[in-house]
């Protein structure tokens, strides 16, 4: 740690530690949790509607902890946030697992809602701002990708500890694994470079601060636009938040075994931390527009091949669940690539607690949709696959398209300006 702190390299034992708290607040209590959904169906006997209802209620209270994180961030500095948020992420496994029914696995649901939203992606995505100014798509990157992993490492052993003991006891190990994070958490985590006597990854004594703000825009960009990228991820929130959860109950109503189920949570999860690994890299060498084209059509295939999960080809489940998870792995990455793209630094916090906001608003207004389709229509999640496709694609295309304007309006503003100063110059003349 002193070797990396002397070479202003500590940023990247802050990048691994937020992955640790990501994988916690964010993956274990979304992304991996999505695998209890058929047990929470089959062994407390909740209805689809009701397991649909859990992420639902647990994206509304993350929707509560956003709007606080910025306050508590100012109140309490980032570390004892994320430090505090971990811990109430184990309270709300422990719950969970003390629960027998609907209210206390929506009482642990809330709980974890809390913990996902003042101690996720709003916080983690301001100290990677603070502690990196090069490689930040890549850093983010791997802190995003930890989300999908979980799903990776945490299926297996849930499903294996649940067969072997019980549900509730898997929820409550699980509850262990994240209070002792939340030590490691505390341990490693600075809320500032300067807490260390050292500097951001990238940046050195001869930085200089007009280079600093290249990292955001140079002037924000106007309310409408503003306004556009949000309706875009609100609408491309609904599907890619949703789908997680959502395929194993896809896949089991389907008919394929709970091995094969699991196995396919598992890959999602891979493709997932792996996508969004490659999509920060991506990003810093080809720019955001680009990259976001490749990202954006891999998931309405994947989200296509998924419609065809009642044809029982097992090779185009696999092929769904990996097109998916690559092709998803955009969102958590890119609302704060697009906040730093439309915002300057002094309205990034901002910016980005309302983008992501709106993507959890977009969970909430579809969540329980796909249980209900469900059991209006014999058990099937094919016709809700088939509406996150139409939602996937309109939001993309809302997304790109604002985007765009974000980078020519940017672009005129720099004319402008550039005009402005040799006006000056030449009435001084």
Request: with cysteine.
């Amino acid at each position: 740690m002193k070797t990396l702190i002397k070479n202003n390299k500590y940023g990247w034992a802050i990048c691994i530690v937020c992955a640790l708290v990501l994988f916690c607040v964010v993956g274990l209590t979304n992304t991996g949790f999505s695998i209890y959904q058929p047990y929470l169906i089959k062994v407390r006997g909740l209805t689809n509607t009701e397991a649909s209802l859990i992420p639902t209620i647990r994206n509304l209270f993350a929707l509560i902890g956003m709007t606080a994180a910025s306050v508590l961030v100012k109140r309490f500095e980032i570390r004892r946030v994320v430090t505090a948020s971990t811990a109430v992420a184990a309270l709300g496994f422990l719950i969970t697992g003390l629960a027998s029914g609907f209210p206390g696995t929506a009482a642990g649901a809330a709980v974890m809602g809390l913990a996902y939203g003042a101690g996720g992606m709003i916080p983690v995505s301001l100290l990677i701002t603070r502690w990196f100014i090069g490689h930040r798509g890549f850093a983010l990157g791997i802190c995003m990708g930890a989300t999908g992993l979980s799903a990776t490492l945490a299926s297996p052993v849930i499903t294996l500890i649940i067969k072997n003991s019980s549900l509730e006891h898997s929820f409550i190990l699980e509850s262990g694994f994240i209070l002792v994070s939340a030590l490691i958490v505390w341990a490693v985590i600075r809320s500032r470079p300067d807490c260390l006597n050292t500097l951001p990854v990238g940046m050195n004594e001869e930085t200089t601060m007009a280079e600093k703000r290249t990292l955001y825009a140079a002037q924000d960009a106007p309310k409408r636009l503003y306004i556009l990228l949000a309706v875009g991820i609100l609408i491309f929130g609904m599907s890619s938040n949703n789908a997680a959860p959502h395929i194993p109950v896809l896949y089991n109503a389907a008919g394929f075994s709970s091995g094969n189920v699991t196995g396919f949570v598992s890959i999602f999860g891979l493709t997932l931390a792996a996508g969004k690994c490659i999509y920060g890299g991506v990003v810093d060498r080809i720019g955001m527009y680009r990259a976001n084209w490749i990202l954006y059509g891999l998931s309405a295939v994947g989200f296509l091949l998924c419609c065809f999960a009642d044809s029982g080809s097992i090779m185009t489940a696999y092929a769904s669940v990996v097109l998916l998870g690559l092709g998803l792995s955009i969102m958590s990455v890119s609302i704060p690539l697009y906040a730093a793209g439309a915002a300057t630094e002094k309205t990034y916090p901002h910016i980005m607690s309302v983008f992501q906001m709106m993507s959890i608003i977009g969970s909430l207004a579809f969540g329980t949709v796909p249980g209900i389709m469900a059991d209006a229509m014999n058990g099937s999640y094919v016709p809700a696959f088939i509406v996150m496709l139409v939602m996937a694609v309109t939001g993309a295309a809302l997304l790109q398209y604002g985007y765009k304007a974000v980078e020519h309006s940017a672009g005129e503003k720099g004319i402008n300006n550039r005009k402005k100063n040799i006006m000056i110059t030449h009435n001084a003349a």
